[in-house]
Structures are given as structure tokens and as C-alpha cells.
């Protein structure tokens, strides 16, 4: 018999339940208990990198100010990809807006027309590099939000902010705790109706507690073993984390490919975070080496749910999948995850609808996400056993779609609830050494010399706005 | 892509068939890509005719208008145009009811849930006696009231966008001036051989009656239901969708008008069917779109003679179609652009938008040497994409009806659905949940149009909409009514707009 949801209980790990809860104090009725049950074990030195003006920090009312204030967070433009392409290259990745375009022809496909007039077809990156405006703020150590004027290059721009997952958790519980009924414990279990729907959690303690709607990020309260599937076969396999000093140099978070492991690090104002993304091949020494001796180590097997919202029981976050940190994939996928249960909590006990719409935008969304926090082990260009094996083995089929279509003629396709916008992927499949085949005919449609004043005219503008721009620390002091 | 790949430069598009699809392409693709150094050669025959009948439009007309190129006020005075707003729906939801598909939002946000769960409490706080939702949009109470301006700015309660009602056929007429201007070739002829490559199969010429052979690297088949290319010479397959719409009769007569020229369609529904009123400036179009099964062609077209506002300005002409779509729009080096690719009934004006996507979709991925076969697949993946969403819409005003009792109507109502919709319909009903896809023609605002202009009426809401005490919701739904009217007043009426922008149909400026 279907009644009112009367109470919503959310239960995990500290760090994965209060992105969800804030979002839901914030935006539920005062009619609907919320009950936070708070498992504080660690998962390790975690941090994440994520967009400041994002929907989910405007439905939080949160900004860059309270961001930094509130968890000690380092702002950027973009972040720093390394070795990637070989030992010792580097290239910085940043989310990016539209550059304007040229009767409808985006500014890329008219350097690749100029660059065929020169016979340097394979030199896109290079030739591009000064039209990647957001990226050289970023690498110049520029700060800035975007600019609301749409022909402004600062338009542009997609701040974001590095993170320690602990304190960006603390600033989130602060601004909610006060709508949740909190309780500290580890959920064991479930006792179920007949029905099959959840109608308490079993508390660590012994006791239950009951509720019409479960959010589990715990990935305790039980699920099919064929709701998982298995993402990425290689990466990242099992996690390594460490906290050491700031490193003052380090202004970007920085993600280093090594022979078979990835290395994130991410500066926040006080401290440096570092995850390393190990294959099954990535030895103890490589971890020792690379983190120290007092490693956190979590094992992690890359995967996702097909469809995280079963009955009256939706699990999100690690519950859900686990993507590792590369671009900071878990934690885009735990925000979005937030704000898709907001916009489609349910009413009733009977919630079949809204669980099945549920996971039809989740899976999309995840695609949007794995897509993109993936592109890079795919496009990879390092030599050896480890990465030549992950280039053989097929990607995502939209990831494919997307690689194709640029490789074939520099567009990159847009699916439902992309991550990242056209202008960041475009900009990220030229770093990683794309010159599409063919040369857009709406380009070659446009004379040479008109191209190149355009051109130039658009490089004198990018160039004027980036020396007017503030320096990370400078604005980072302001907003503190 | 079955066959050999033929890498060989494109230079040559020859476009098969004349008529809307075949000028849009022309205009589209000439101004795109001629500098590029691209010959665009369109074959039609007088002897030909088309079949004309879309004369309604969506909003996205104004950017294919803007790619190639086309100056609005001289568009409107060519081709007879008026603005449109919306569609309006009568008797859909049930007899004596209607509502209009505006070309525009609903309310603005006045809390964390969508503006629609906060209209759904206010009507079931009233009881049902709240203001139709309706009254919640901006172009629907302009286009009610009979007024239009263009819109001035992007966001906000007064935001909405507007297409044209125009001549088809003085739409292409229009087109055929603009692209030979642009460099487009006519050739004037019958087409009665298709020759092939020796290797690969691809279509290498199309040979005239009087010998005249035209050969090109790509072929735009816009040559209407006959589909000359895509499927008689290159029998692509057709997935037929009759069992959803099946529809697959009209009758089309203009007339002339006498009663107020509205800024919007009118769709009214009939016993096996519906009628169409397109308002133009000097006449108006009217159709009506009925399933064999359930009608003859004789009741079906004094049906429409029966319900005409003016006297008929020519005989009746009936048209014959099936539901569905080529199973590929491009294959090989052949394009299929307008009927040649597919056909969903114009209840909500979408052939023109069709031809349009097709055009704008092969400007995008304009071969460079050879039709590659990852650009095909795009182009394929794009369209399915748009004809499968656009038919589940159309499929949602048909068995969302409440016209009980008849036969056609109560079969509708009962008829297994394809997924994708029974989900969307599913989850509107139960939760007021709406489709929320990014991309394609028919976003949130027109699934909610029919969703509640149809009576549809979730089960249950939003919880957030109830943190927002009773009386700040009558409040702010108080506000917005009333901005909206006061917005109305100040518009200009409908036809002194179209007087007031020079876009006066000039009779005999067009051929």
C-alpha cells in the first residue's frame, strides 16, 4: 500500500553522505524528516577538484568566496596534464566556453584549413595554442570567474576549486546539520517488507531505524550482483592516497601518467593531496616511491551500477561506482548524482516511476562522465606494456563516437547531460594529438586572408583580456 | 555502410527535385559551401508538381533563415507570412476543450521545483477553479489576444520565440530566386535513368529525358515521396510507423479568410482524425489528416468542406502517406532530404523543421574526399535520433485524448506504445516528471503543453513544491499573471506588426 514519504534516511561514509544531504536539507520540506546516519571511518586522504559555478554549488548558494573561506579551497582555471604524451610533456586542460566562431565554423577548423595551406597538417596543437584562452590563463596562473558580458573572452572561463574531500564535507555538514536528525554509526544491513522495499537499516549498534526512502552510500543495504558492471578493465584497479605540505610551486591540480598508474596531486590553500590511480601491475615500491610509507590504500575496481535506484532504495556515490580520481570523476559523479535524486525525489512509497527515470538520466550522465575522465587513458600516447594494452582495448561507444568524428573531421558530437562542454573537448582531443583527416568545407569556404585577420584579431583580444587578469594568489587573498 | 568506400573529392552535388526540400537545400548548402569551391546543380521538373502542403513552421526556421542568408521582411512579403506563436489544440483533451503548444516557456522559477508542480498545487488547492496554465505563458495569451512583437530580449517571463505560417510553394519559389543568385544551376527536366559506378555502387549521374546527363560526387534526393534515389534505385528500407500513427490520408484545400488572422495554427480534432487552419495573409490553408481504417475519402473530405471558414479558392487535393522513415537518411553518396526520408503528419509543423535539420546536419558533416563511413553513421545517428523523438510527441497528443466513444480515439488510447514514450508518459503521470532532454525540437515546455493541455494530471508532485507556504504560491502565481497580461497589453496587434514592418504580402512579387 502505497503512503506519503514521510522520511528520508541517508546513510554512508561522512565524506559521500553530505553532498547528497545538504543538497536535500536545502530543498525539502520541513514536512519530510531527513536522517543522516554517518559512518566516520576514513577513506583515506581524499580530494577532489570541482567547477565553483556549478548548478549544484548555486542551488547550495555557494561561491568561490565561501568555497575558500569555508574549506581552505585553492581556485584555478584548468588542470595540468602530464607525461601523457611521453615522459616529460605537459599540457593544461580547461573547461572552456565557446571561442566565437566564423559564419558558423568554429575557429579550429579555420587553423586546420591554414595549417593544410602550409603543409603542416600534423601541428594542430601548436598552431591552435594561442586560441586556448581559459588553458594559457590557467598555465599563467591566472584567476577569474566568468564574465557575464557573452563577447567578453572572459565568458569563457570555468573556474574550479581543489578541494580536501574531508574539509569540503565539514563546510557542507555546517550549513545542513541543523534540518538532519544525525545519528554516528555504520549500516549492517535491511530488514525488508514483503514487498521486497526496505523498511529500516540495521545500525552497527543493533538498531534499526526506519524510513520510507533510502539513500545508501554505504553500498551496505544489499544489492544484486548483476546491477554492477565492470567499467574500465585496467584503471584505476585499486586506490593509493597521502597528505604531505602545499607545494607552493604546484598551482594546478596535476594529473601525471606514469608507466602503469596515474598520479593525481591537488593543491588546496593549506595542503597537497595526492591519489594514486594504480593498475593491477602498479608494484608496492612504485606506491612507496611515489606516496611515501603511509599510503592509504583502498581497492577500488573501476565499476558503476546499471541502475543505482532499485525500489525504495537509491545508492549513490561509491555505493554506486567507483571511477576513480582522474579529473575528479567520483566526486563530478556523486554531484550529479545529488541533483538528479533532488529533481526526482519521490512522494510516495510506490516509486517505480521515479526509479526508473532516475536511472535513465544517472546512466546518461555517467556516460558524460566516464567519457570524459577516461578520454585520457585511451588517447594516452606513453609506450609501454600497460598503456598500449589500455589503447587496444575498446572505449565507451560515445567515447568512440566522439573520437572518431574528430579524428574524421574535428567535430565533436554532444550527447544528453555531457560533463564537459564541445569547446573543452575539442581542445582536449587536439592536445592529446588529433589533427582531424578532413578539413571542414565551410572553412575552405572562407578566404585565407580573411581567416588570418580574423584570426589574428581574436589572438590580439585573447591576448589583451589575459594580461588584465588577476594572479591565483592575488585573487585568492581577495576572496579570503 | 554497405559497398566500397569512394574516397574521391567532392566537388559536384547535384540535388534531385525541386519543391521546399529541394530550394532549402540549395539556399542552405549554396550559401555554406559554394566559396568552397562546390558546383550545386538542382533538377526539377514543371511537370512534377510538389506536394506543398507545409505551410506551418517551428522557430528554428529563423536560424536556417539566418544561415542562408534570408532577409525576414522580405521572406514574409514573398511568401505571405504571418507569425505563429504556437499551435492551438482543439477538442484534444476532450470535446469543447483547447490548448496552445506555445513557442515559449511556462512561469519562471519561484523555487526549487519546476514552476508546473506549483501551478498543480494552486489547481488542487482551487479545486480546479485556478487559471489555466495556459495563462502562464506569455505567447500563448498574445497569441490569443491576437498580438505580436518581436521578442526582446533572451530570459525572463516575457521570453518566447515565434515562426511564420507561409506559402510553401512561394517559400520555394523564394529559395529557387535566392540560390540561383548564390550560383546554384537549374536544369529543368524529367529524370528517366540513374546510372551507377562500376566500382562500388555509388550513384555516379542522373540522365534527363532529353539526354542531358548530370553527373555528381553527391546526390541530395529531395525528390518527395517518390524517393528516387534513396530507395528506388538504392532500396534502403523503410521502417514504417503506421501502427503508432496511422494516419495515412489528407485532403488539402485553401480558402479564403474570414475570420481573424491569428498569430498561430489550429489543429482541431475530428471523429477518424484532425483538421488544420493555417492563417496566411491572403488566404487559408486547411487540411484534413484522417486514417482510411476509420473514414472514407468521401466523409473525410466533406468533413473538411463542411468546416471551412471561407469560400474554397481551389478543388480539394488529396494526399497519401505512410508513416516512418528510411532506414538510412544517407547512404552511400545519396542524401535523402524531405519526404524522400521520411514522413511524420504535420500536427506539429515539423516536415519543414525536418528538411531543415536534414540540410543544417549535412553542412556540418560535408564530406570532404568520399562519404566517410564514421560521417554517415553521424548523419544517420542524428536524424533516427530527431524522427524518433519527434514521434513519440506526435504519438502523445493521440493517445493522451479523451474523446471516449469513438472508435479511432478509443483505439488510440489503448495502443501498445513504444518504450520510450510509455516512460515519459509514465513518469508525468505518476510525478509530474518531464522529459528533460537537452537537445532535439520538442524540449520540456511543449511535452508539458500536452501533458496538462490534455488533462493529464500527475498523481503525485514534487516535495519541494511544498515548502512554499499556500499563500506565497497564490502570491507569486498572482505576479506572474499579472506581468504576463500587463506584457500583453502593450503588445502591437498581429497584422498592424506585419503592416508596420513592411512585410505586406506584395501579390505578383513572387513568381
Known amino acids: 500500500m502505497s503512503k506519503p514519504v514521510e522520511t528520508i534516511v541517508v546513510a554512508g561514509r561522512t565524506a559521500d553522505v553530505w553532498p547528497v544531504a545538504a543538497l536535500l536539507a536545502r530543498e525539502l520540506p520541513d514536512a519530510i524528516a531527513l536522517h543522516v546516519v554517518e559512518d566516520m571511518a576514513s577513506d583515506g586522504a581524499l580530494a577532489a577538484t570541482v567547477p565553483i559555478a556549478s548548478d549544484y554549488h548555486a542551488r547550495l548558494e555557494l561561491d568561490c568566496s565561501d568555497l575558500i573561506t569555508g574549506c581552505d579551497a585553492w581556485p584555478s582555471l584548468g588542470s595540468a596534464m602530464e607525461g601523457w604524451m611521453g615522459e616529460g610533456s605537459r599540457f593544461v586542460t580547461a573547461p572552456s566556453g565557446t571561442l566565437p566562431m566564423v559564419g558558423g565554423v568554429a575557429l579550429h577548423h579555420l587553423v586546420r584549413n591554414m595549417i593544410a595551406g602550409q603543409g603542416q597538417d600534423g601541428d594542430l596543437a601548436n598552431a591552435f595554442a594561442p586560441l586556448r584562452f581559459a588553458a594559457r590563463a590557467a598555465e599563467a596562473g591566472k584567476m577569474g570567474l566568468p564574465s557575464d558580458a557573452p563577447e567578453s573572452p572572459l565568458a569563457m572561463l570555468g573556474p574550479q576549486v581543489s578541494v580536501g574531500r574531508e574539509a569540503y564535507t565539514a563546510m557542507l555538514r555546517d550549513r545542513c546539520r541543523q534540518r538532519c536528525t544525525i545519528t554516528a554509526g555504520k549500516v549492517q544491513g535491511a530488514q525488508r517488507g514483503d514487498d521486497g522495499s526496505v523498511t529500516a537499516v540495521k545500525l552497527a549498534d543493533g538498531s534499526l531505524l526506519a524510513g520510507d526512502f533510502f539513500v545508501d552510500c554505504s553500498g551496505n543495504i544489499g544489492v544484486s550482483e548483476d546491477q554492477i558492471s565492470e567499467l574500465v578493465p585496467f584503471l584505476p584497479h585499486w586506490i593509493a592516497t597521502a597528505e604531505t605540505a602545499k607545494d607552493q610551486a604546484q598551482t594546478l591540480p596535476t594529473y601525471r601518467a606514469l608507466d602503469d598508474a596515474v598520479l593525481v596531486s591537488t593543491p588546496t590553500a593549506i595542503k597537497q593531496f595526492l591519489a594514486l590511480a594504480c593498475s593491477a601491475q602498479t608494484s608496492d615500491e612504485v606506491i612507496a616511491k611515489t606516496l611515501g610509507d603511509h599510503a592509504g590504500i583502498a581497492d577500488s575496481p573501476a565499476h558503476a551500477m546499471v541502475s543505482p535506484w532499485q525500489n525504495n532504495v537509491a545508492r549513490l556515490g561509491p555505493a554506486s561506482a567507483q571511477l576513480g580520481p582522474i579529473l575528479s570523476a567520483d566526486m563530478a559523479l556523486l554531484q550529479a548524482q545529488a541533483l538528479l535524486l533532488a529533481d526526482g525525489l519521490p512522494s510516495r512509497t510506490d516509486m517505480q516511476a521515479e526509479a526508473k527515470a532516475f536511472n535513465r538520466k544517472h546512466a546518461e550522465a555517467l556516460r558524460g562522465i566516464t567519457d570524459f575522465a577516461f578520454a585520457p587513458l585511451y588517447l594516452c600516447t606513453r609506450k609501454g606494456e600497460f598503456w598500449e594494452a589500455m589503447r587496444a582495448a575498446p572505449p565507451p561507444a560515445n567515447l568512440q563516437t566522439r573520437i572518431d568524428q574528430f579524428s574524421s573531421r574535428g567535430r565533436v558530437p554532444s550527447f544528453e547531460r555531457d560533463h564537459a562542454d564541445q569547446q573543452t573537448w575539442t581542445e582536449l582531443l587536439i592536445q592529446f594529438g588529433i589533427t582531424p583527416q578532413q578539413i571542414d568545407r565551410r572553412a575552405q569556404a572562407i578566404p585565407p586572408e580573411q581567416a588570418s585577420r580574423i584570426l589574428s584579431s581574436i589572438r590580439a583580444d585573447l591576448e589583451r583580456a589575459l594580461t588584465g587578469m588577476t594572479d591565483q594568489d592575488a585573487y585568492f587573498r581577495r576572496m579570503r | ?511
Open chain 2, 1 to 511: 555502410m554497405s559497398g566500397q568506400f569512394n574516397n574521391r573529392a567532392i566537388k559536384r552535388v547535384v540535388i534531385v527535385g525541386g519543391g521546399t526540400a529541394g530550394w532549402m537545400a540549395a539556399a542552405g548548402l549554396s550559401r555554406a559551401l559554394i566559396g568552397a569551391g562546390l558546383s550545386i546543380t538542382l533538377v526539377e521538373s514543371e511537370a512534377i508538381g510538389t506536394v506543398g502542403v507545409g505551410e506551418a513552421t517551428l522557430p528554428q526556421i529563423r536560424d536556417f533563415n539566418r544561415i542562408a542568408g534570408i532577409d525576414e521582411r522580405e521572406m514574409m512579403a514573398r511568401t505571405a507570412a504571418t507569425i505563429k506563436l504556437g499551435i492551438e489544440f482543439c477538442d484534444w483533451g476532450g470535446p469543447g476543450e483547447r490548448y496552445m503548444h506555445p513557442f515559449g516557456t511556462y512561469g519562471e522559477s519561484i523555487g526549487p521545483a519546476p514552476f508546473h508542480h506549483y501551478w498543480l498545487k494552486e489547481r488542487a488547492a482551487k479545486n480546479g477553479e485556478s487559471k489555466p496554465f495556459g495563462e502562464y505563458s506569455f505567447p500563448i495569451a498574445a497569441a490569443w489576444d491576437g498580438r505580436f512583437e518581436p521578442p526582446s530580449s533572451g530570459d525572463g517571463l516575457l521570453a518566447y520565440n515565434y515562426a511564420f505560417q507561409f506559402d510553401a510553394g512561394l517559400y520555394a519559389a523564394y529559395l529557387s530566386d535566392v540560390s540561383q543568385k548564390a550560383g546554384v544551376q537549374r536544369k529543368e527536366g524529367r529524370i528517366v535513368e540513374v546510372r551507377r559506378e562500376q566500382t562500388g555502387g555509388d550513384i555516379a549521374a542522373v540522365v534527363l529525358e532529353d539526354g542531358t546527363v548530370i553527373e555528381g560526387d553527391l546526390f541530395v534526393d529531395c525528390s518527395g515521396f517518390r524517393a528516387l534515389l534513396i530507395e528506388q534505385e538504392l532500396q534502403t528500407g523503410f521502417d514504417d510507423w503506421s501502427q503508432w500513427l496511422p494516419c495515412n490520408r489528407a485532403w488539402a484545400v485553401p480558402c479564403e479568410t474570414s475570420a481573424e488572422t491569428v498569430p498561430y495554427t489550429r489543429a482541431t480534432a475530428r471523429d477518424a482524425g484532425w483538421q488544420w487552419r493555417i492563417p496566411l495573409q491572403h488566404r487559408v490553408g486547411n487540411g484534413h489528416v484522417y486514417c482510411d481504417r476509420y473514414s472514407s475519402d468521401q466523409d473525410a473530405v466533406d468533413l473538411l468542406m463542411a468546416n471551412l471558414e471561407g469560400k474554397p479558392i481551389a478543388d480539394p487535393r488529396q494526399l497519401f502517406f505512410t508513416t516512418g522513415k528510411r532506414r538510412q537518411m544517407w547512404n552511400r553518396n545519396v542524401v535523402a532530404i524531405g519526404l524522400s526520408g521520411g514522413f511524420l503528419e504535420p500536427l506539429e509543423s515539423t516536415s519543414i523543421d525536418l528538411i531543415q535539420t536534414g540540410i543544417l546536419n549535412l553542412i556540418e558533416l560535408f564530406p570532404q574526399d568520399g562519404c566517410a563511413p564514421a560521417d554517415v553513421a553521424e548523419y544517420n545517428r542524428l536524424m533516427d535520433l530527431e524522427y524518433g523523438r519527434i514521434r513519440d510527441f506526435l504519438l502523445l497528443h493521440y493517445v493522451a485524448n479523451q474523446r471516449h466513444g469513438l472508435p479511432f480515439w478509443d483505439d488510440m488510447r489503448s495502443m501498445e506504445l513504444p518504450e520510450s514514450l510509455a516512460e515519459k508518459l509514465e513518469a508525468f503521470r505518476t510525478r509530474g516528471l518531464t522529459p528533460d532532454y537537452s537537445e532535439g525540437l520538442f524540449l520540456l515546455q511543449s511535452w508539458l503543453s500536452v501533458f496538462i493541455g490534455q488533462n493529464v494530471i500527475p498523481d503525485t508532485l514534487d516535495p519541494r513544491a511544498e515548502a512554499m507556504p499556500d499563500e506565497e504560491r497564490t502570491a507569486h502565481l498572482a505576479r506572474i499573471h499579472s506581468s504576463i497580461e500587463e506584457g500583453v497589453k502593450r503588445t502591437e496587434e498581429h497584422l498592424s506588426f506585419i503592416d508596420q514592418y513592411g512585410a505586406r504580402f506584395r501579390q505578383g512579387s513572387a513568381h
